[in-house]
């Protein structure tokens, strides 16, 4: 049996199956929420809480790092999740 695939949390950082959390990719710049699971490229989860999903868009630096562009090169696309 395949063990199913974790993923960390950038909000609570705790370890989550990965179809329990919430996908994020960038799209032409901007992080949007990959409802669909269809993203390509780089992605950085967060467990569906609102908290964690605060923390989440406000670690600029730490999305930056897990999407590998520049400080300030990400904007957010908030409509999908609010
Ligand atoms: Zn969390």
Redesign the pocket.
Known sequence: MKALPMRT?L??R?LFAKNQLMKFVLHQGMVVHDSKGTGQGRSAY??N?KN?LNVFFRQKKKLSRAFRVQDGQIGFELKDWE
């Open positions: 949390c909000g609570c705790k967060c467990c809480n964690c």
